[in-house]
């Protein structure tokens, strides 16, 4: 049996039906709208129109009467300064007033043309109404003509005061300061100001008349669309507020936080939105991840259980809402995300609903702060590195300089030194010849740091060669100084310096002034001090100074106050200057006072005037007396000892005869020296190969055992520092396996020289530079390949190998201390030693900034340099400083260079022979270099 049933239309849901008439409303509210928004966006833009010409009216009424204003103050203001121009003597107060009137005629003048005919600039029209074009250009105002006659006055001033004549009296002067300003300009320039407000005021008016009908018809319009517009329409938004509530603060904090990744989570961790700017930047869509787990999908595995705990937490409000954490991309990269985290409650159970995680990609700014700190800390290291260098050249240039207390042949004299920095540009020096002259003198580099110490450094050299050559004409002094700075200055640098050569017989003093502050001579019988006023050239600025030398009679107790200008430079707080007229206060207060308390004085008073214990300059005063006259006595020849199995030979003999025969080996000649002959000796040294080369009188190396010194030349077993230091009461020695052991060392060693007070501070520091020196040679210069060539660059990081023997030993007893640095390379040959010495001497080895002269300084600061090298097997070198004796670097010290192998080779390269011909030109002994040079046992 069939059975139909008919099924009833099911009702249409409310929404459905409904749906027309909330159409119908919604086109009806859309077009309200749409008329009240246009009403209002014709009357908002007729009042932006007319607001914005008021504001360029009021902005271009303002620019023309700021300026034409600022004519009127500038007329004054020229009038003003045009006077304190002429009336003004100071030269440098001068010159500042008259680049300032400059530039107010400048600015005037420039004022002018733009209102004449229009700047961008100045945002002036280049039109002017037909009242402004009569007042500037036709009679009887003619403002234009009038500016321009008072411009051109001011600058033809400005020509007329670079005379020395101009005077108050100038008629250009007269025109400025009566005529122009108390005739018309200044009224004209205020009738000029009154019409240009005028002219804005009416514009202005005119604007604000079209502004007031734009805002009544405001007030109308918005009267009617709130009474037949928004009326109805408020009473339909009451009914969709409730609904929209919860979208609204959902939209609110999405807009709010929308400034990188926005991502939502729910308390599953399920993604519920990914905004564009995270689809952008991770490659995934958002339909990809939406409904996903944030953990699993965007997370690594390593970091979820803890970002998961987080997570939690944050819901429970006990966490912190902002964090860093990786962030997986569609291709596998992870970024590094910095999270602010906002949680969302729902805003009727105010619950904990979601989580707003905000991201901003902090990847590049994590590397960045990486490499920055990378950076930061090769850096710091370089620093260090060049503090450290900077302070072994202070080092250096300390050990270079002489005591300061000093006696020469009726002469007490003392120094006192201060640096600015590390390395200064001061220097003093002194020295004897012939037992009755007494020669001193004082320089000062023009600046300070390692440049200045670099000429330091030459000068130090060239008056080292004066020494040696007995020089006591101080012209020539100058001249061979000026020529060593012009070999290595650098820049623009140069040097002043006072020589002086005082023959103590007669008093006689001899003075060559290369453009150094005057000096003081106090006068003991008339009991006055006078300034001796001696001129010439810098040292280091021309090749022929031409010096020239002045000459007066010192008796005894007479004085010489001699100075840099440091102290003269030296500025107060306030910035005065310390000034000559402090120093000569100071030299009359302190007239019968101990040389060392008059010093003190000084720098004490320096001190005070400063307000400060360091200064921006390098200070040296020097104080010297003649104390006595003396006679000369012809120096007897000093004692040579008895030879011992080996040739010895006295200097004098070896420079009337160098030629030495081939047959002869090297090891076993012995060449004794008297006193400032080394640096004669060492061309014919080192042509003939010679270097075994020991004063004959020093205390210290008889002290050590002078027929031991003889016997040198014998191999024995032990280490060499040993002969000398058999019982020591230091003894340490440091074996290194890497580059890097070379620092701690170094450490080591300066902590165990502090634990000795004997040892003066000053010593300290030098061992620890030369042992740097020598530990770098053994690192870096001794490994060398079959062709002579570096193994290592140097500074490279390496290992050490065992068989390189490379160590140092710091051995001391009570009278004696002494490093010895050892390797079993074996490559230092006396060709080396001897070259550098003669060039470095010469000055030959030394470069404008650079230097180059490390072997040489460290024979020149010890007492004593013993070398002991096996060819290819080991190179030991021993430097001695004696405890109970004062060093005086002034004076050579020996050194005996020993070479044990078996066969000769020629000593003196090319370029040490084409040297040696230029240099042996100023010897007293000329001989010329030999074409086939004798060699030696190397």
């Known amino acids: 049996m069939n059975t139909t049933v008919q099924l009833a239309e099911s009702p249409q849901p409310p929404r459905q039906k409904d749906k027309p008439k909330i159409n119908f409303l919604l086109v009806n509210m859309w077009g309200r709208y749409t008329l009240a928004l246009l009403l209002i966006a014709g009357l908002t833009t007729s009042a932006f129109f007319i607001m914005s010409d008021l504001l360029k009216i009021n902005e271009k009424s303002g620019a023309i009467v700021n300026v034409s204003g600022r004519q009127r103050m500038l007329s004054q203001r020229g009038a003003l300064l045009a006077l304190r121009l002429i009336a003004e003597q100071n030269p440098v107060i001068k010159a500042h007033v008259r680049d300032e009137l400059t530039q107010m005629t400048e600015l005037m003048l420039k004022s002018h043309e733009g209102l004449v005919k229009g700047s961008e600039e100045m945002d002036l029209p280049s039109t002017m109404s037909d009242a402004m074009h009569n007042m500037y250009f036709n009679p009887p105002k003619a403002l234009d003509l009038q500016v321009r006659n008072f411009i051109t006055m001011l600058q033809t001033l400005i020509s007329d005061s670079y005379q020395p004549n101009t005077t108050l009296d100038n008629p250009h002067l007269q025109y400025i300061l009566k005529e122009a300003p108390n005739r018309r300009l200044l009224k004209t320039l205020d009738e000029a100001v009154n019409q240009y407000e005028a002219e804005a005021a009416s514009e202005i008016q005119k604007a604000m008349r079209w502004e007031e009908y734009v805002f009544i018809t405001t007030l109308l319009t918005l009267f009617f669309e709130g009474l037949l517009i928004f009326r109805p329409i408020i009473k339909r938004v009451k009914i969709a507020t409730n609904a929209l509530m919860k979208e609204k603060q959902f939209s609110e904090n999405i807009i709010n936080t929308s400034q990188a990744l926005i991502i939502a989570v729910d308390q599953r961790g399920d993604i519920v939105l990914f905004n564009q700017y995270s689809q952008e930047l991770s490659g995934w869509q958002a339909q990809e991840v939406v409904g996903k787990n944030f953990f699993e999908l965007l997370i690594p595995e390593s970091d979820q259980e803890q970002l998961r705990t987080t997570f939690h937490a944050m819901f429970a409000g006990q966490s912190a809402s902002q964090l860093e954490s990786p962030l997986i991309i569609r291709s596998g990269q992870q970024l590094l995300v910095e999270w602010s985290n906002t949680l969302i409650k729902d805003p009727i159970t105010r619950q904990p609903a979601l989580l707003i995680a905000t991201g901003i990609d902090v990847t590049a700014r994590h590397l960045a702060l990486t490499e920055l700190s990378s950076a930061l800390t090769k850096s710091a290291a370089l620093s260090n590195r060049l503090q450290e260098e900077v302070s072994h050249a202070g080092l250096l240039q300390k050990a270079m300089m002489p005591p300061p207390v000093f006696q020469l042949p009726g002469v007490h004299g003392q120094v006192k030194l201060t640096t600015s920095t590390e390395v200064g540009g001061d220097y003093y020096d002194y020295y004897e010849v012939d037992g009755c002259h007494a020669v001193f003198l004082v320089g000062d580099v023009s600046g300070h740091g390692v440049a200045a110490g670099t000429l330091v450094s030459a000068a130090k050299m060239s008056v080292h060669q004066l020494v040696n050559q007995g020089e006591t004409d101080p012209a020539a002094m100058l001249e061979h100084i000026n020529n060593a700075l012009l070999a290595v200055k650098h820049e623009s640098m140069f040097m002043t310096m006072m020589c002086f050569s005082l023959d103590s017989r007669n008093g006689h003093l001899r003075i060559a002034n290369a453009g150094h502050v005057f000096p003081y001579l106090w006068v003991a019988a008339e009991k006055d001090w006078c300034a001796i006023e001696a001129e010439g050239l810098p040292l280091g600025k021309v090749e022929e100074p031409g010096y020239t030398e002045m000459s007066l009679t010192l008796q005894p107790n007479d004085r010489l106050f001699i100075f840099t200008d440091g102290i003269v430079e030296e500025e107060s707080p306030t910035g005065a200057a310390f000034g000559f007229d402090a120093i000569e206060d100071l030299l009359y207060q302190a007239l019968d006072a101990p040389m060392e308390d008059i010093l003190e004085l000084f720098f004490g008073q320096l001190q005070t005037h ?75 040294l080192c042509i003939e190969g010679v270097r075994r080369v020991l004063p004959a009188q020093h205390a210290f190396l008889r002290e050590l055992g002078w027929q031991k010194l003889l016997q040198q030349h014998a191999i024995i077993a032990g280490d060499d520092i040993f002969q000398w230091l058999p019982h020591p009461e230091l003894q340490r020695q440091f074996i290194l396996s890497h580059s890097d052991d070379k620092q701690f060392v170094l450490q080591e060693m300066t902590g165990l020289l502090q634990e000795e007070t004997k040892i003066p501070e000053e010593l300290r520091e030098i061992i620890i530079l030369l042992a740097d020196e020598l530990l770098e040679n053994s690192l870096y210069g001794a490994p060398r390949d079959s062709q002579n060539q570096p193994l290592y660059p140097k500074g490279t990081e390496r290992d050490v190998s065992p068989a390189e023997g490379i160590r140092i030993d710091l051995v001391k007893d009570d009278k004696c201390l002494g490093i010895m640095v050892t390797d079993h390379w074996g490559t230092f040959t006396p060709v080396i030693f001897l070259k550098r010495l003669l060039l470095n001497s010469a000055q030959a080895g030394l470069e404008a900034g650079i230097g180059g002269a490390g072997l040489y300084l460290i024979w020149r600061i010890c007492d004593y340099l013993q070398v002991r090298v096996f060819p290819n097997q080991k190179t030991q070198i021993t430097l001695l400083w004696s405890l109970t004796h004062e060093s005086d670097h002034d004076n050579d010290s020996g050194f005996q260079f020993f070479y044990h192998n078996e066969i000769n080779e020629v000593m003196a390269e090319a370029d040490v022979l084409e040297h040696f011909e230029s240099y042996s030109e100023d010897l007293p002994h000329p001989v010329a270099a030999n074409p086939n040079p004798t060699t030696g046992e190397m």
């Open 610 to 684: 400063c307000q400060k214990d360091t200064f921006s300059d390098d200070v040296t005063l020097m104080l010297i007396e003649h104390t006595q006259r003396i006679a000369y006595s012809t120096p007897t020849p000093a004692h040579t000892p008895d030879k011992q199995e080996l040739m010895q030979i006295s200097g004098t003999d070896f420079l009337n005869d160098p030629n030495i025969g081939s047959q002869i080996s090297r090891q076993h000649i012995l060449v004794l020296f008297d006193d400032q002959q080394l640096l004669e000796l060492l061309p014919f």
